[in-house]
């Protein structure tokens, strides 16, 4: 009878728990500091973790229940308030914001409820292994090979590099499921994750037992280098441990790497490559160091220096974190390397908390980069191949709701796609509006720490060029209104007294975005181009003067994003024919 009572009551706190796991807050705290010591056993591929983390309630009630989440590839060891152990309940939760498709969830029960904007500490031990493991990926179709390449994160005897939310889970986190199958739901719930923990802080202790090793490995976290300081000889082993300075979160991934590098040092670039690798490095290096001057032209002088390390894998997809760049050197194409090194300088020269601000302007310097080193239309037809990346996430439906103009903006949105190649395009529309110095005297006057609201940016641009760009930040920036859609609707031509041509066009934009674009008039021997502001669901009108008869016009030179460019050419037939 005793036995049969105990199974009934421990079925009904596991009733409980799950009915509970259902109306979790599994984002009611951020996590505002890490203070962990991390220990390492490569030919183990072993991962072992001790330390404290601090929760704040930012819910709007108070949280007796908090949530603790892993790589499912680790288990939960204990969690303790001060020195008292606490209950928790430990199971599987599906999320791809993991490699390996689930995390190891800890449901713990907390002493008493955290009011609002309070915190708790809490001391955390969980160990395991971190193998190479792309689950998410082959289970929604991706080819193997295809999807080892992305998710190269694992701890091994030759190489272990070990990449945060959004990869492993190897720190503790809390976020609700992440499906890469479901559109944007990886993006959107990263993207949260990554907004709360911007102001958090990270130290770690790395300790890394090897074998068979004279000289320790470098363990790098974000891409500095930790101390090391003691060695301790265990037999055939020895330990050494690292400390990590704290370093903010901000937007990155915290990753930690433990490798047998050697380093190349620029003035502008620190290079760690691999054994074999020197030529590579050197390549890699020189290149950085040619654009460097064009970046600081543009960006102002080096914050810090870029740091840049090789991965083992030909094939491994180059991951970047802030300054850091993780990438397969021996592979990298020399004449991509400008490209590369031109948006990571960026990073190191320029700073800013606002995604679509630090990422395009760094996927801006790319295309500058390459205007640069051959013509404006080898950096259109690059900004082109970015085009489509966001151009499904613009298809609207005719009247989109408000809400979704706001929550989809480039200052809200957690989409890589429209923070990183949109905001390219309309940091470039930005020059072509008001001009190439007006726009770098508006970037050398920004500041990270003053920029608390969205209406900084244009407000800097207000002031440096006297125009008023409210309009384009409403359109572009403040609200998602999809893309221009301009069509040349008329073109008529009138020959002057002079023997000249004097064109009235009319350009009609279809689409809900308003921009200025380029309209250029095509004549036996050469071209015209002027540029006329159309906004959204707008007509405009514009005169201009040829020297013959004009064959041609077309709006857009591809410097403006478009739903459709099949309209963009009005040939204008000639009397006579």
């Known amino acids: 009878m ?108 907390l002493p008493e409820p955290v009011a609002p904007k309070d915190t708790i500490e809490l001391d955390v031990a969980y160990e395991g292994v971190i193998l190479l493991d792309a689950t998410r990926l082959t289970r929604i179709g991706a080819p193997e090979a295809q ?11 030759k190489f272990t590099a070990v990449r945060g939310a959004g990869y492993v889970a190897w720190y503790p986190m809390a976020t609700d499921a992440a499906n890469l199958s479901e559109g944007n739901s990886l993006f959107d719930v990263l993207g949260r994750w990554k907004a709360r923990e911007a102001g958090s802080r990270m130290h770690l202790q790395i300790g890394v037992t090897r074998s068979g090793y004279t000289e320790p490995a470098q363990v790098l976290f974000n891409g500095v280098q930790c101390l090391l300081g003691m060695h ?12 990590c300075s704290y370093q903010p979160l901000r937007l990155d991934a915290p990753t930690f790497v433990i490798a047998d590098y050697q380093v190349l040092e620029r003035p502008t ?44 894998v030909p094939d491994a997809a180059p991951f970047e974190s802030g300054i850091l760049l993780l990438t397969p050197l021996a592979s990298t194409d020399p004449k991509l390397a400008g490209l590369a090194a031109a948006h990571q300088l960026t990073h190191s ?41 966001f151009a499904e996430a613009e298809k609207r439906t005719a009247t989109p709701r408000s809400e979704d103009e706001v929550n989809h903006s480039l200052v809200n949105t957690t989409s890589e796609e429209l923070y990183r190649s949109k905001a390219m395009y309309i940091w470039w529309m930005l020059r072509d509006i008001v001009g190439e110095l007006a726009l770098k005297k508006v970037l050398a006057a920004y500041h990270p720490e003053q920029d608390k609201e969205p209406s900084y940016m244009p407000h800097l641009i207000a002031a440096q060029t006297q125009r008023d760009l409210e309009w384009f930040f409403e359109d572009w920036v403040y609200r998602d209104r999809g893309l221009p859609d301009f069509k040349v609707e008329s073109a008529f031509p009138r020959k002057t007294m002079t023997d000249t041509y004097m064109l009235t066009i009319t350009v009609n934009n279809l689409g809900a975005a308003g921009a ?26 514009i005169r201009v003067e040829v020297p013959s008869a004009p064959q041609e016009v077309v709006v857009n030179d591809g410097s403006v994003p478009e739903s459709d460019t099949s309209n963009n050419t009005f040939r204008i037939e000639q009397e006579g024919k």
């Open 516 to 541: 200025e674009v380029p309209v250029t008039v095509k004549f036996a021997g050469g071209e015209v181009t002027k540029r006329l502001e159309v906004r959204g669901k707008n007509k405009a009108v």
């Open 232 to 243: 301790e000889q265990m037999d055939l082993a020895q330990l050494a441990v690292a400390d």
């Open 349 to 389: 020269d320029f700073l800013s908390f606002r995604p679509w601000i630090d990422e395009g302007l760094a996927h801006f310097a790319q295309a500058l980069y390459l205007e640069h080193e051959k013509e404006r239309q080898a950096a259109l037809d690059y900004m082109g191949l970015h085009r489509s990346a």
């Open 147 to 157: 999807a080892n390449s992305s998710d190269w994160d694992q701890i091994s005897a």
């Open 269 to 312: 670039i620190e290079v760690r490559y691999l054994p074999g690798h020197d030529v590579a490095a050197a390549n890699f290096a020189d290149a950085a160091e040619k654009v460097a001057p064009l970046i600081s032209e543009w960006f102002g002088p080096l914050r810090e220096k870029a740091k840049t390390s090789d991965l083992p």
């Open 2 to 109: 005793n036995s049969w009572r105990q199974r009934c009551c421990f079925l009904g706190i596991l009733c409980a728990s799950v009915v509970n796991a259902f109306s979790l807050d599994r984002e009611a705290f951020t996590f505002t500091n890490y203070d962990l010591k991390v220990q390492v056993e490569p030919g183990q591929h072993r991962l072992g973790v001790r330390g404290k983390i601090t929760l704040r309630n930012d819910s709007s009630s108070p949280q007796k229940i908090a949530v603790l989440q892993i790589s499912s590839s680790l288990d939960w060891h204990s969690i303790k308030a001060g020195d008292k152990a606490l209950q928790f309940v430990s199971q599987p939760y599906t999320s791809d914001i993991d490699h390996t498709g689930a995390l190891s969830e800890a449901i713990v029960t």
